[in-house]
């Protein structure tokens, strides 16, 4: 079974900085996906970042940057020059991504971030 | 191309009713995916339909929940005799078909129940 797990309930930065979120996941698949998703107060749930199992690069986008260490299993969301616009709830999630099977998401139980002016 | 569409975005119903949820995903998608997210929690996922079929319904409660996805027309995610603990967002996402890109999930706005 897969397991995401995000250990910070809570992470708080100054505007312009760069900020760590960190998350670590369980699983026995040899092919998967790991997702990275933003929800504003508003809710809605907004994708940020897909980095695959086989990706030999860390996923770039924009100011967002997925810190994959297969090994030790981890797969951190990096936001660089963090603006208030990025306070919001943060949430990894994972995928099984064998052709066939069932690709549903497990997630994480999300952070929150808050930018501090 | 319009997004994932959720209807009604809020929903309100009263302890024992019916709660009835719309999902129409996006053009090309034919898999589908419901979640539930209660307040201050992770979403937790709860059914994968693709047209006309349940392939997994692994994560509903096995009473008073059924999903569908008919040939045509949007999935319904049908709650009876709602209680309390019902109370929460509900969140779609669809997929395109297998032969394209399967990293693609894009989720709708939400539907928020509420029991009364």
């Known amino acids: 079974a897969q397991k995401i797990t995000q250990t910070q309930p809570g992470m708080f930065v100054q505007e312009k900085e760069a900020v760590t979120l960190d998350c670590t996941y369980d699983t026995s698949d040899q092919s998967y996906g790991l997702f990275w998703y933003k929800q504003p107060s508003s809710g809605e749930m907004i994708f940020l970042i897909y980095?695959?199992?086989?990706?030999?690069q860390n996923a770039t986008e924009g100011r967002y940057s997925l810190n994959f260490q297969k090994a030790r299993k981890s797969a951190n969301l990096v936001i660089s020059a963090s603006q208030l616009g990025d306070s919001a709830m943060y949430f990894c999630?994972?995928?099984?991504?064998?052709?066939?099977?069932?690709?549903?998401?497990?997630f994480g139980a999300g952070t929150r971030l808050t930018v501090k002016p | 191309n319009a997004g994932v569409m959720q209807n009604p975005r809020h929903l309100v119903r009263r302890r024992g009713q019916e709660a009835r949820l719309r999902c129409s995903p996006m053009?090309?998608?034919?898999?589908v995916y419901w979640y539930r997210q209660l307040p201050e929690e992770g979403l937790k996922f709860m059914v994968y339909?693709?047209?006309?079929?349940?392939?997994?319904e692994s994560g509903m409660p096995k009473e008073r929940f059924s999903a569908e996805f008919p040939k045509e027309g949007p999935s319904i995610l049908r709650i009876q005799q709602v209680v309390r603990g019902d109370s929460a967002a509900y969140f779609c996402?669809?997929?395109?078909?297998?032969?394209?890109?399967?990293?693609?999930?894009?989720f709708g706005p939400g539907t928020r129940l509420t029991v009364l």
């Open positions: 339909l693709q047209k006309e079929n349940i392939i997994d």
């Open positions: 053009k090309g998608h034919s898999h």
């Open positions: 996402a669809s997929s395109p078909p297998w032969e394209r890109d399967i990293n693609e999930q894009f």
């Open positions: 980095q695959g199992s086989y990706d030999e």
């Open positions: 999630a994972m995928r099984d991504e064998l052709l066939y099977n069932n690709n549903d998401m497990r």
